[in-house]
């Protein structure tokens, strides 16, 4: 019997372009979505005019139940007056009975969620704070979920910041609203490419948390 020698066949090269392709393709991979809640001002002094105010904390509670299942983590930030000058004429002496803590019905739920930090700020931006920033880091957030008030200004100057600093911003209408002398809460911020606003919390809970 006779056997031919073996061909040898020489490696065709890979094009760069595929090499590149697929070493984006790994890191995409790699990367993967870390999604965090930001709590604004959930405090009675911003609540007491709002009209949807039980509705709210329902569905704010409902988000935040499900981040204690999930451990995802959440960033509960609140305005603090610095000084006196700050304050709204005649607040003063409410700083003592909680008038500016958290309320409640969120501390509550908030306490079985296994990574929950709480946090101040002296402006109307949540990632004011040089602490919030560095925590979004060290969570590896890439996406914010945006719970609280008032949606006029210090949503939409905490989503803005957000959006300036490359995370992608989701929110619902039922979890963010504005005081009741406003006609209707300005969405504008969320017309954003990176920025989602849904129309129920229950729909970001099953897009975005659940997945």
Known sequence: MCFKEPMLVEPIPIPHCFTSMMQRLMITLDERTQYGVIVIDMQEFFLRD???RKALIANQKAVLKVCAKQD??????SYAPLTADDLPAGTLEKLSGGYWKPIPEIKEVVADIPRASYFTKSSNSALSNAEVRKQLKSWNITDICTLGVNTATCITESVEDALGMGYRVHSAK???TDRKFRPEPDYQVFNHRDARLYEHHSELIVNLLLV
């Open 174 to 176: 039922t979890l963010i």
């Open 50 to 52: 709002i009209a949807e």
């Open 72 to 77: 995802i983590p959440v960033l509960i930030v």
